[in-house]
């Protein structure tokens, strides 16, 4: 029995032993786990997320981003912004000349995480880039002056002239056409952007041109002679570029945003937002506006009124501001956030101190502030109706683009004083050649020249419907009619309508 107790109890020491043995190896083995996993490198999504901000190479420009009244803004950047909402990080553009040199040669150390159209397409770089899936399809439209006939196909080229600006950005396909139908004129044009070849064609100076469809869509409305007669090739894919690295996280990521916005209709709201603009007055709005003075003004005349009265402004000056921007829609918003009846953005209505942007009152009080702050701000240099149509221009564009132009009219020997002038050359900074070397970059400078264009027309149309209602109150109790030796106040009412009819001869076409 001792015997036995002797062996029971080495038994148990052995066990013990045995098992803290084991237990020791086990630690041993979470602890080298655990350091193996610390030692494994983070996800690429893992590391955007600790630094905080999404790192995107990409260069300014009408369909990448560029500076507006309400800060950056741009087609692209509006996606990019909304997937590092997503993400919950900042977004970060990258405007770095070498880090464009650096594309071809990409290196996991590159400082960039994602890499815009802008900067890098898949037709043109060799290095081996992730590419997303395609937010928009760019195609390459043969264009032509609609006073002429529209050709029916390529062959009909055949013996004329078509203008392709410098071969370094012309696709393959196309080149690979031109070879093929050596009996087209082909005019390699330097120095000249697609826009100066929209230009070209809409004057007659040439005719036909190859622009792409992202450019034509939003000069359209500068150039209401020009058209597109086909696509010369099959629609070529914008997407992003993803740095090397080395697991998928970041663009798993960015794929399921954009198929996320795909579905739910943001894309598609985005890019009418950029490429649906506004058109010119012409009849049809004409007509509108006057139905809207009659059933939307009533609600909003004695605000407007009060605002003008109160900031030294023509009232119907202030009302045809409200109507352009938002058609008297007090709870009216624009895709980027700006919103109300003069549709202020958050920072100028914080300036102007509007606490409710909704608030149709505050709004239009805050816009007349505004407009005034704008008038009484310019170079005491600009006289007259000058100073007026600059201003409305700088509530369109923001002051520093309207700067930007004054500083490009002097520049081409123009007056910058002069709106005349000045409206010639703001479309010029929708151009790389000017907005490049300009202080506030690229803008859309042709809209502030419509956007004057269209709040003196609506002006315009107010007066003369005032004066036609001034009459007939100065004549309902003349049973004779006018007597204009009798009534002079009745005399000058009509001299005052037969000048607005003169003056807005040429401006109110539509009418």
Same mark, same amino acid.
């Given at each position: ?17 045995? %098992? ?13 786990? @655990? ?25 300014? #420009? ?12 741009? *087609? ?5 912004? #909304? ?26 150390? &590159? ?56 071969? &370094? ?28 070849? $929209? ?48 697991? @998928? %996280? ?16 943001? $894309?598609?709201?985005?890019? %009418?937002?950029?490429?649906?603009? *506004? ?78 942007? +909704? ?28 100073? $007026? ?48 070397? @300009? ?5 859309? #400078? ?17 007066? *003369? ?10 004549? %309902? ?11 002079? +106040? ?11 009819? $003169?003056?807005? @001869? ?6």
């Amino acid at each position: 029995m001792a015997y036995k107790y002797l062996m029971d109890g080495r038994k148990r020491t052995a066990v013990k032993r045995f %098992s803290i043995s084991n237990l020791l190896i086990a630690m041993l083995l979470i602890c080298c786990a @655990a350091l193996l996993v610390r030692s494994a490198p983070a996800s690429k999504l893992e590391q955007v997320r600790t630094a905080g901000e999404l790192r995107v190479l990409s260069r300014s #420009g009408p369909v990448s981003h560029y500076q507006s009244t309400e800060g950056l803004t741009g *087609f692209e950047y509006t996606l990019l912004k #909304g997937f590092a909402d997503e993400l919950g990080v900042k977004l970060v553009l990258v405007d770095d000349s070498s880090a464009v040199e650096s594309l071809q040669t990409p290196t996991h150390s &590159a400082n960039f995480d994602l890499a815009s159209p802008s900067v890098i397409n898949n037709h043109t770089t060799k290095a081996p880039y992730d590419y997303t899936t395609a937010f928009m399809d760019l195609s390459l439209q043969l264009i032509y002056n609609s006073t002429q006939a529209a050709p029916a196909d390529v062959k009909a080229l055949a013996g004329k002239k078509v203008l392709v600006v410098n071969s &370094a950005s012309i696709p393959l396909p196309l080149q690979e056409l031109q070879k093929s139908l050596p009996d087209i004129h082909w005019e390699l044009v330097e120095n000249l952007e697609m826009t100066d070849l $929209l230009d070209m064609v809409e004057r007659g100076h040439a005719d036909y041109a190859i622009v792409d469809s992202a450019i034509f869509d939003i000069h359209r409305y500068s150039y209401p002679h020009t058209q597109v007669a086909f696509d010369m090739q099959a629609p070529q894919p914008l997407a992003w570029a993803l740095a090397p690295s080395h697991d @998928a %996280s970041l663009y798993q990521a960015a794929q399921k945003y954009l198929e996320k916005i795909k579905t739910n209709g943001q $894309l598609a709201k985005v890019s %009418s937002q950029f490429f649906d603009q *506004f058109i010119e007055v012409n009849t049809d709005d004409a007509l509108m506006f006057s139905k809207r003075l009659e059933k939307r003004f009533p609600r909003w005349e004695a605000s407007i009124k009060a605002a003008a009265e109160k900031y030294n402004l023509d009232w119907q000056l202030v009302a045809a501001v409200g109507y352009q921007e938002s058609h008297w829609i007090p709870n009216a918003e624009s895709p980027t956030g700006v919103r109300g009846f003069m549709m202020l953005t958050p920072n100028t209505a914080k300036d102007l101190g509007v606490q409710n942007l +909704e608030d149709p009152k505050q709004s239009i009080f805050g816009g007349a502030k505004y407009l005034r702050y704008l008038m009484d701000t310019l170079a005491d240099s600009i006289q007259g109706e000058d100073r $007026l149509y600059m201003a409305l221009a700088a509530y369109n564009q923001g002051i520093g683009h309207l700067a930007d132009a004054r500083a490009l009219t002097r520049k081409l020997k123009g007056d910058p004083n002069s709106w005349q002038d000045v409206s010639k050359a703001f479309p010029l900074l929708a151009k790389e050649q000017y907005y490049s070397k @300009a202080t506030h970059g690229y803008s859309r #400078g042709w809209e502030p020249v419509l956007y004057v264009k269209n709040v003196i027309n609506y002006q315009k149309i107010l007066a *003369f419907k005032e004066n036609q209602q001034q009459l007939r109150l100065a004549t %309902s109790n003349n049973d004779d009619g006018l007597n204009l030796t009798k009534a002079p +106040e009745e005399k000058s009412a009509l001299e005052k309508l037969n000048q607005l009819r $003169l003056s807005s @001869a040429s401006s109110l076409s539509f009418l």
